[in-house]
């Protein structure tokens, strides 16, 4: 079990939790509060910003693969690649890009709020993590997350 922590951190209980408030959002909410479609832009159209948010999504989710190799994670902090912008590119790629696009896709502001929520719900998650993550690397780590931001890259560094 504490390997499986080591290598998938929060992600799976994220995971877990992002599905159960979509699968919530999609057969309850939209129908509870009624909201409106986003624009009245063609399925090609919102077809295409999805495909182009995967995209990106899945250019973050190589570039931190390739930057962080898994036999490393958790011995070595990686301040390198894709974590010289975010702290957690993974969950970044998915909550900042992937759900955003799939809201557009779905074209109801309803899913917009839920990309908006998951937002904290995975703050939460995150403290944690980097709980363990400062313990094995005092100072260093508490550095990082000055320079570093957690889902969005910070513009101003300290």
Known sequence: MIEFKRLFGSGFKGLIIS????F???HYLKNIFNTPDIFDSSFL????IFILLSVVTTGIIIWSVISLN???RGKTLITQGAFKYFRHPLYAAFLTFFNFGLAIFLNNWIYIIWAVLLH????ILMHEEEKALKKTFPGDY????RQTGRFF???IRI
């Open 24 to 26: 919530i959002t999609r």
């Open 45 to 48: 159209t919102r077809l295409v």
């Open 19 to 22: 599905l159960i408030l979509f």
């Open 70 to 72: 898994p036999k490393l």
């Open 142 to 145: 508490e550095e990082y997350c």
């Open 153 to 155: 890259p910070k513009i």
């Open 120 to 123: 904290p719900v995975w703050h």
